[in-house]
């Protein structure tokens, strides 16, 4: 059986170089995109060369495909879908909803990305700038139930911390009580102690 003739990966440091000339052919900013480097899926073939990536962050349970770029363009339709895979696997681990891109390759609209109406492109991360033009998007799940739960849950949370606060303050109330009374005790048998001290007899002594 022949291995595969390629591999997508998270890229890690190892693979800088090969990335900053990538990004460099295709014009983007590198200076931008190294810092974001753990944002990028990489494309290798047998010999471990990278040959492809694309960026892919998360944001407000959005996912953004950016900064594709090649090699050679000639290995860009056998490599495009094993990322296009790649990408829904980890759409799907980090319960993203939608997903947005500005690549202009044919691969993305056949794959199911369209342009948004005015409504949808409401919903773009204002950090990705929804002024641009070109923008691309799918629906993976029903945005207004995630975002429904997600807030239910938010309110859950908060409830819980407010009761917990509430829980403590009131432990806090009944050690504070505790104390003084301990303290209010231990002053009554300092008090009778010494009473009985004081008020003892001598040995041998009579009264009168």
């Known amino acids: 059986m022949n291995p595969p003739a390629y591999r997508v990966r998270r890229a890690t440091l190892d693979d800088f170089n090969a990335l900053k000339a990538l990004w460099a052919s295709m014009n983007f900013s590198v200076a931008d995109l190294e810092k974001r480097l753990t944002e990028f899926q990489v494309a290798e073939d047998?010999?471990?060369?990278?040959?492809?990536?694309?960026?892919f962050q998360f944001l407000?349970?959005?996912?953004?495909?950016?900064?594709?770029?090649?090699?050679d363009f000639a290995v860009a339709d056998q490599v495009r879908p094993l990322l296009w895979g790649r990408i829904q696997a980890l759409a799907m681990n980090h319960g993203v909803v939608r997903l947005w891109t500005r690549e202009s390759a044919p691969f993305w609209t056949h794959n199911g990305l369209q342009p948004p109406d005015p409504s949808v492109l409401e919903r773009l991360p204002e950090a990705w700038n929804r002024t641009r033009p070109g923008w691309l998007t799918l629906r993976l799940r029903d945005e207004d139930v995630i975002?429904?739960?997600?807030?239910?849950?938010?309110?859950?949370?908060?409830?819980?911390?407010?009761?917990?606060?509430?829980?403590?303050?009131?432990?806090r109330k009944v050690k504070q009580v505790c104390t003084v009374i301990g303290v209010l005790i231990s002053l009554g048998l300092l008090i009778w102690a010494l009473y009985?001290?004081?008020?003892?007899?001598?040995?041998?002594?009579t009264g009168l």
Do not use: C, Y
């Open 46 to 55: 047998a010999n471990g060369q990278v040959v492809g990536a694309v960026g």
């Open 60 to 71: 407000q349970r959005q996912g953004l495909i950016h900064s594709e770029s090649f090699v």
């Open 147 to 171: 975002m429904s739960l997600d807030k239910e849950f938010a309110l859950f949370k908060e409830a819980e911390k407010q009761s917990t606060a509430e829980t403590l303050n009131h432990a």
């Open 196 to 205: 009985l001290l004081l008020t003892r007899k001598p040995p041998g002594s």
